[in-house]
């Protein structure tokens, strides 16, 4: 798994004998520096050229082969171990609605698959919007199996996915729900690296020490997408430097530190009026938001009735949840299963998901999956 936040790749090698689902390993490669510009660069000008589209397809795809045979070499498996790798590929925009809907992940799946010798599928949201649905997210139904355990419990159980994007998915009360809230870290990310080069908030101490300014969250509350009910998803397309600055120009000069108070309380309230109909309960969190201790209190302070736990303390790898979450998709998709949720994506019906990429002489045997 590659996100949104555009920090690295994440590998989670999963085991899914005997119906259970156990993380054996996991491992997080940062980006190249310049892996990562140009990724980046791709993601702020869809209009590039297709010549650097397919090369920097096949540079990303030996990095995420590299990071595979990497946790093989750690794990002592071979190839013949592993039953198939799950790969989302690199969101490089996604415009689920419009005239021509389509979401690209970047990726050269043959490269990842013969680099690896292993099995590879990908392409898992081009299904789901070819049937009308938003092709993400496609995490909630792989949560409602992790977390089936915990569902009894509470009255309600909301997993929530701080990442570039922020997503909730609602276990209960059903139906299952999943929707992305709006953003996670990508503001405060790209607003901390323009104006002193740090790629992120660690612990969110700079926003702890600012002021919130509450004109400007009321102004960042009211944009339209938070009045959109569910079905829906959004990514750096939309919220980003540009959305952000725009928003600024119309206030005086902020503080570094008042402009990422303001924006994770606004992450935190973004997110906390999503689950305001919903009886309290417990809310999971995982994600590299995780992570961001000021966030976190923000979001307790907005949902004063709930349990706000991260998924580690209930014995959940936060940081491979996602990973994981494709290790799941593929499976169903070499098992034929359907994946999406139509309640969740707004998809006409629940369809088989992934196109599936294989190398000669490699036979999947029902052992193992690994995912990045
Ligand atoms: N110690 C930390 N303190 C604060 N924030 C952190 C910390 N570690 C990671 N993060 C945040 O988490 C982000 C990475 O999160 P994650 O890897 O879950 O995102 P992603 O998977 O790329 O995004 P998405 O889920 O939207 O696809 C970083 O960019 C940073 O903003
Ligand atoms: C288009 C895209 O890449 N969407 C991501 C992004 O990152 C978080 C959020 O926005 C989520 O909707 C989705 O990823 C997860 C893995 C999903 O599909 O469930």
Redesign the pocket.
């Known amino acids: 798994?590659s996100?949104?936040s555009l920090d690295g790749i994440d590998v989670a090698l999963v085991d899914f004998r005997d119906q259970t689902i156990s993380l054996i390993a996991a491992s997080e490669t940062p980006f190249e520096p310049e892996l990562r510009s140009q990724l980046l660069h791709l993601c702020q000008n869809p209009t590039v050229e297709l010549k650097q589209l397919g090369a920097l397809s096949v540079k990303l795809s030996l990095a995420y082969a590299q990071a595979v045979n990497q946790l093989l070499d750690h794990t002592h498996l071979e190839p013949s171990d592993i039953q198939a790798i799950g790969c989302?590929g690199q969101?490089i925009f996604?415009q689920p609605e419009g005239a021509w809907p389509f979401?690209m992940?970047l990726i050269n799946s043959s490269v990842l698959a013969s680099q690896c010798r292993i099995t590879t599928v990908s392409d898992?949201?081009s299904m789901d919007i070819a049937l009308g649905g938003q092709?993400?997210?496609?995490?909630?139904p792989f949560h409602q199996q992790l977390c089936a355990h915990l569902i009894a419990k509470h009255p309600s159980l909301v997993l929530l996915?701080i990442?570039?994007?922020?997503?909730v998915s609602i276990l209960k009360p059903a139906p299952l729900r999943?929707?992305?809230t709006g953003p996670?870290n990508v503001l405060m990310d790209s607003y901390l690296q323009q104006q002193n080069g740090s790629l992120f908030d660690d612990g969110g101490s700079v926003a702890a020490s600012g002021a919130v300014n509450s004109r400007l969250l009321a102004r960042f509350l009211s944009d339209d997408y938070f009045a959109i009910t569910g079905p829906k998803?959004?990514?750096r397309e939309y919220f980003n430097l540009q959305w952000l600055n725009q928003i600024l120009s119309h206030f005086d000069p902020l503080p570094l530190e008042d402009v990422l108070a303001t924006l994770s309380l606004f992450v935190a309230k973004s997110i906390a009026a999503t689950l305001q109909a919903l009886p309290a309960g417990q809310l999971l969190v995982c994600?590299g938001g995780a992570k961001n201790t000021h966030l976190l209190q923000n979001l307790a302070q907005q949902l004063p009735k709930w349990h706000v736990d991260i998924t580690n303390q209930h014995g959940i790898d936060a940081d491979s949840m996602?990973a994981m979450?494709?290790a799941w998709l593929a499976k169903q998709c070499l098992e034929r299963n359907t994946a999406n949720d139509p309640h969740v994506t707004g998809a006409k019906q629940a369809e088989i998901l992934g196109q599936i990429t294989q190398v000669h002489n490699h036979h999947p045997t029902p052992k193992t999956g690994a995912t990045q």
């Open positions: 798994m996100g949104t989302h969101t996604h979401s992940q898992f949201r092709g993400a997210p496609l995490v909630p996915n990442g570039g994007i922020a997503n999943g929707f992305d996670g998803s959004t990514g994600g996602e979450a494709f």
